[in-house]
T-cell receptor, first 118, second 114 residues
Framework: ETGVTQSPTHLIKTRGQQVTLRCSSQ?????VSWYQQALGQGPQFIFQ???????GRGNFPPRFSGLQFPNYSSELNVNALELDDSALYLC?????????????????FGPGTRLTVL | AQSVTQLGSHVSVSEGALVLLRCNYS??????LFWYVQYPNQGLQLLLK??????LVKGINGFEAEFKKSETSFHLTKPSAHMSDAAEYFC????????????FGTGTKLQVIP
């Protein structure tokens, strides 16, 4: 069983640029959630993808968008980067509709991508 | 809206001493509660979870937490701190139904003094 992987590990961009972050979900999982963790803060929910559709969204502007692919991997795209977008971006995969029911839909986190916007 | 409050952004304990990290949640319905640990430059690892079964939950690495509905608390404890416990700890809440949004607290950084 492979765990959640994210790429790249680190990224430096300048203000106004666009960035794409990637996440491969754990084998057998069908759901990917993305979180932004600013320095010294807890992770903040960006959105969740289930069966290739956005399944819920946090308080983030539309320039944060995502995709989920048939193999359940996912991308997070951020347009028009701002300095405040500098953060650790975490991806978490889980299984909705598992046999054990919603109480056990544990989210497994990847190591994150550290984005720095200059 | 669901939320969690972690009291104390930094906690220092001596090696071998009791670890107590505090978490309170806001809820009008029974939530699912979690504690995660994050080591420097790493992702989050689940320590334990409360899912409306036993109120005393045992997790990995000797940690446990007790769900107290009357106090809306879910404090994390460990009887004897080890140097390897130094990390940041996050309390989190999720509600049943709907999508799986997890709301995290602001974190408590645990320092273990030799």
């Amino acid at each position: 069983e492979t765990g959640v992987t994210q790429s790249p590990t680190h990224l430096i961009k300048t203000r106004g640029q666009q960035v794409t972050l990637r996440c491969s979900s754990q084998s057998g999982h069908n759901t990917v959630s993305w979180y932004q963790q600013a320095l010294g803060q807890g992770p903040q929910f960006i959105f969740q993808y289930y069966r290739e559709e956005e399944n819920g969204r946090g308080n983030f502007p539309p320039r944060f968008s995502g995709l989920q692919f048939p193999n359940y991997s996912s991308e997070l795209n951020v347009n028009a980067l701002e300095l405040d977008d500098s953060a650790l971006y975490l991806c978490a995969s889980s299984l909705i509709g598992g046999r054990e029911g919603p109480a056990y839909n544990e989210q497994f986190f990847g190591p994150g991508t550290r984005l720095t916007v200059l | 809206a669901q939320s969690v409050t972690q009291l104390g952004s930094h906690v220092s304990v001596s090696e071998g001493a009791l670890v107590l990290l505090r978490c309170n949640y806001s809820s009008s319905v029974p939530p699912y509660l979690f504690w995660y640990v994050q080591y420097p430059n790493q992702g989050l690892q689940l320590l334990l979870k409360y899912t409306s079964a036993a109120t005393l939950v045992k997790g990995i690495n000797g940690f446990e937490a007790e769900f107290k509905k009357s106090e809306t608390s879910f404090h994390l404890t460990k009887p004897s701190a080890h140097m390897s416990d130094a990390a940041e700890y996050f309390c989190a809440v999720r509600y049943s139904g709907g999508y799986q949004k997890v709301t995290f607290g602001t974190g408590t950084k645990l320092q273990v003094i030799p």
